[in-house]
């Protein structure tokens, strides 16, 4: 299970199993899609399958993330999001009405990022041989600027920008799965962030990295980038926004909202130039951004966090799913 | 966010670390018991903030570090038993055994279920009466009381296909057995504060007399630490040897009753075995015989076993505080948080996992050089 969980363990799997097997110039990227070029146009591709539990959490269920997932992840790549294809592995039993609600889930998410899915597939297994129902779902998308944008791109000087808080979705679904109640629902933070995007490029902002703060939270993303810049990154801690609900929870459980999963946040590379301009787009797109750290001159790929206190730390990359500790 | 933020407010710990530095003379060694106060320490590089007189060495109170390999070992041949439910808190999954760890149990198609309280556990059995339900109660005198009142309830309840498996153990006792210890280099202690919470503190102080040492019971947020370590620094530099409460929004004199006669009335004191320091006497509980249907133990006849550790971990005297993590030569090689040698660190709140996760690649790096 642990080389599921977004940290060390999945980043061995893909670089010992996968990356070697299906060897390619664009696998190289290390990026959250490809960007592959068609008779002089970039297009972006990706592909991802999604298993929640709960299948419906406040904030979202299976299908919404389904498409803004993958929809993120095209606008990670620069790419406006196009095209998007839809498989459904369906456990026999599973409610007509819940799979109802997830594909009108799928329909209105798709609207609200103007993308079409234009192909699909559907699955059933026995009862017993799936959780519900699993999505895949693959996107398309088209780049239509001359940036190009990926962890090799990140220079020493840039800025991190954080487009939001962070943890809710982790802890929403958390919650939801636990049966774990706190004074105030924690929502899933789960959004589209092609418009956001989109603004940044507009106002041509020299964006050298872009990525989504999915499984394994900020603290995976950033090291993931700063592994394969080779570039160390160091943030301040107390500059990182955490809802108090989100806070509060991890405090309780013993989890660290920096490795929790977020839906609809990522992690802009900025030249220092660009960066207040950055700030004042995202605010308009109605983010709460924060600038929470730059990228240093040293050659070595690691993330170290500062606190308020005047010391510093080592984020590692976690190992596998964060587990709630005893006391 | 209230009730934590003023615990970690930078300018009052800046006062702090100045008043500790305004009072140290000499060369002072401090052992924090708890493994949660180790994490905080090394999270929020308290001990690099101190003055370089004042050496920390962290302590054995880490409930998943110091249960034995056999305890686990035993854990993992009841979930691995068709027409079984095993229940854990989370943190032990990922325990390995001298061979497997329950994820992987679970992995191979056992019913193992994380859990946030004991008493989950009981309403799973109750749900599940054609299956065995077994939780695996693992801690200090912290998770007892809940522990001891999951099994209390069952037998009221006549829950008869819910059982523990124990491996509690108690904290006075292994402070003993580190200071009487020839080679103890610990000269003052910050006792734990959530074991103080339900226990108090009376029973320090007969170990603070007979052994000259301060205790300060401590919490675990960045304040709580530094004027934990504020008042044991004023005893040691002024002689004294006393029991102090720093932790007094939560822990009384007397600690909480209640939780403690649900302690007495499921557990009695027994030799339990230390993982990575070994058998230390009236160190733990076990459950007492009116309960024998509902400990695991019995129910399942689990034979005594003895499993040794690798003999290069020298995880037995980092938890005495006679080594630091990185004084070992295994550390960051050949023992990772992915294939952990020892004790120290399988849990976060080992003390080498503590120093892998926040320092590890630095002092990697500094090796190369």
């Not at chain 2, 230390?280 to 499993?307: C, M, T």
Request: with cysteine; aromatic share 6%.
């Amino acid at each position: 299970m642990s080389h599921g969980g977004g940290g060390k363990l999945t980043q061995q799997l893909i670089e010992k199993m996968f990356v070697p097997a299906f060897q390619n110039p664009y696998l190289q990227q290390q990026h959250d899609g490809a960007v592959v070029s068609v008779q002089g146009t970039r297009l972006a591709m990706t592909t991802d399958s999604f298993v929640v539990k709960p299948l419906f959490f406040p904030g979202g269920d299976i299908g919404t993330l389904a498409v803004y997932g993958t929809v993120n992840d095209l606008a990670m790549c620069g790419a406006r999001p196009l095209y998007l294809t839809a498989a459904f592995v369906i456990e026999e039993g599973f409610l007509m009405e819940d799979l109802w609600q997830i594909v009108q889930s799928m329909k209105m998410a798709a609207e609200k990022t103007g993308t079409h899915i234009v192909t699909g597939d559907t699955k059933v297994v026995d009862r017993g041989k799936g959780d519900g129902v699993f999505i895949t779902t693959a996107g398309v998308g088209v780049i239509e600027h001359s940036l190009t944008i990926a962890p090799a791109f990140v220079k020493p000087g840039d800025c991190v920008l954080l487009s939001g808080d962070v943890g809710r979705h982790g802890i929403a679904v958390m919650s939801s799965r636990e049966g774990l109640r706190f004074e105030t629902e924690i929502t899933s933070d789960c959004a589209p962030l092609w418009g956001a995007v989109q603004a940044l490029l507009d106002a041509d902002i020299e964006v050298h990295c872009l990525r989504d703060l999915t499984r394994g939270g900020l603290a995976s993303a950033l090291n993931e980038i700063s592994q394969s810049a080779k570039l160390e990154i160091e943030i301040q801690e107390e500059s990182i926004p955490v809802e108090a609900q989100v806070r509060g929870a991890c405090e309780i459980l013993g989890l660290d909202p920096l490795y929790t999963a977020n839906e609809g946040r990522f992690a802009a590379f900025v030249p220092e130039e660009h960066a207040s301009k950055a700030l004042k787009i995202l605010r308009e797109n109605g983010h709460e951004p924060a600038v929470i750290g730059r990228v240093q001159s040293q050659s070595r790929g690691r993330v170290v966090v500062c606190n308020a206190l005047g010391s510093s730390r080592i984020l590692e990359m976690i190992m596998g799913d964060q587990l709630p500790r005893i006391c | 966010m209230k009730y934590i933020d003023e615990y970690r407010d930078p300018l009052a710990a800046k006062s702090y670390l100045h008043e500790i530095r305004k009072i140290t003379t000499r060369p002072w060694m401090i052992m924090e018991i708890c493994g949660g106060q180790t994490h905080s320490i090394v999270k929020y590089g308290l001990d690099e903030l101190l003055p370089k007189e004042i050496t920390l060495v962290h302590g054995p109170g880490c409930p998943v570090c110091v249960t034995p390999l056999e305890q686990i070992d035993k854990a993992i041949e009841i979930a691995s038993k068709p027409g079984v439910i095993f229940c854990t808190f989370g943190d032990m999954l990922r325990v390995p055994g001298s061979k497997r760890d329950l994820l992987m149990v679970k992995a191979e198609g056992g019913d193992v279920r994380m859990v946030y309280s004991p008493l989950d556990a009981l309403k799973c059995a109750k749900a599940n009466p054609d299956k065995e339900i077994v939780f695996f109660a693992v801690g200090f005198e912290t998770t007892a009381p809940a522990n001891a009142m999951a099994l209390f309830q069952a037998s009221r309840e006549n829950v008869s296909n819910f059982s523990l498996l124990t491996s509690h153990v108690l904290v006075p006792p292994a402070m003993e057995a580190i200071l009487s210890s020839k080679e103890n280099r610990v000269q003052g202690f910050l006792a734990a504060g959530h074991v103080c919470a339900i226990m108090g503190y009376e029973e320090y102080l007969p170990i603070a007399l007979k052994y000259q040492v301060p205790m300060v019971v401590t919490g675990f947020e960045p304040l709580d630490l530094l004027e934990g370590i504020y008042f044991c620094i004023r005893q040691l530099e002024s002689g004294e040897a006393k029991v102090e409460n720093q932790y007094s929004r939560a822990v009384q004199r007397e600690g909480n009753r209640p939780a403690q006669l649900m302690i007495e009335e499921v557990f009695e004191v027994i030799a339990r075995k230390w993982r990575g320091i070994g058998e230390i006497p009236q160190s733990g509980l076990g459950v007492r015989k009116k309960y024998h249907p509902w400990d695991a133990e019995k129910k399942f006849n689990l034979d005594d076993q003895s499993v040794s550790e690798p003999a290069e971990c020298v995880s037995g005297q980092i938890l005495r505080g006679i080594r630091k993590p990185m004084e070992c030569p295994a550390f960051g090689g050949r023992c990772t948080p992915e294939h952990p040698l020892g004790a120290t660190m399988v849990s976060t709140e080992g003390a080498c996992a503590a120093y892998y996760r926040y320092r590890a690649r630095e002092i990697r790096e500094e090796a190369a050089l």
